[in-house]
């Protein structure tokens, strides 16, 4: 079964970090290109970061600096670190993964960010 998962999701007090993690099963990532994705209630889904193959990255303007995208080819893995937390960070976020050649994509079902103090 082709699928994403994501953990790492909590509740943490504003200043706090969380680090995501979206492990992949049944495909490889290397061909693809990774990207976080975040919900808040009310609002259109966002993208916050995103890593191609050659670990170029790329970040919303407002978590450059607190936010680091990285992968881990051998694990399968993406990971999302993130600093410097702020209610407004609240959401449930999304890995997606987007084959860089025929564009199909996949997405995991969700973890729970929460910011409040």
């Known amino acids: 079964q082709l699928q994403l998962v994501e953990s790492g999701g909590a509740s943490v007090q504003p200043g706090g970090s969380l680090r995501l993690s979206c492990v992949a099963s049944g495909f490889s990532l290397d061909y693809y290109v990774i990207a976080w994705f975040r919900q808040a209630p009310g609002k259109e889904r966002e993208g916050v970061s995103c890593i191609s193959r050659g670990s170029n990255t790329d970040y919303l303007d407002s978590v450059q600096g607190r936010f680091t995208i990285s992968r881990d080819n051998a694990k399968n893995t993406v990971y999302l670190q993130m600093n410097s937390l702020k209610p407004e960070d609240t959401a449930v976020y999304y890995c997606?993964?987007?084959?860089?050649?025929?564009?199909?994509?996949?997405w995991g079902q969700g973890t729970q960010v929460t910011v409040s103090s």
């Open positions: 997606n993964a987007q084959h860089r050649a025929t564009h199909v994509d996949y």
